[in-house]
């Protein structure tokens, strides 16, 4: 695998949704959608001990390019939520 020269760190809050629907989203569309991007090498995500409806996740991407490139794929199309 190559070595990441680019990282991405997003932190959520979704107490206003569904739990169990956001999670079935970011685990079933999301992450799938990130490893089809060539460029995004690895995801993490650790949920929080004291609100679990609280995450940070980490992307170890191949360049901070892939992020626009991946924005520029996407003109004209829905936007996508990283």
Same mark, same amino acid.
């Given at each position: 695998m190559a070595m990441?020269?680019? =990282?991405? /760190? =997003? =932190?959520?809050? !979704?107490?206003? @949704?569904? &739990? %169990?629907? !956001?999670? +079935?989203?970011? +685990?079933?569309?999301? /992450?799938?959608? $990130?490893? $089809? @991007?060539p460029g995004f090498? #690895?995801?993490?995500?650790? /949920?929080? &001990? +004291?609100?679990? $409806?609280? *995450?940070?996740? #980490?992307? %170890?991407? %191949? *360049?901070? *390019? @892939?992020?626009? @490139?991946?924005?520029? %794929?996407?003109?004209?199309? &829905?936007?996508? =939520?990283l």
């Amino acid at each position: 695998m190559a070595m990441a020269k680019g =990282a991405l /760190i =997003a =932190a959520m809050d !979704f107490s206003n @949704v569904a &739990a %169990d629907e !956001f999670n +079935d989203w970011y +685990d079933t569309e999301h /992450i799938p959608e $990130r490893q $089809r @991007v060539p460029g995004f090498l #690895t995801l993490q995500r650790w /949920i929080g &001990a +004291d609100n679990p $409806r609280q *995450s940070v996740a #980490t992307y %170890d991407l %191949d *360049s901070l *390019s @892939v992020l626009l @490139v991946e924005a520029g %794929d996407r003109q004209g199309r &829905a936007p996508l =939520a990283l």
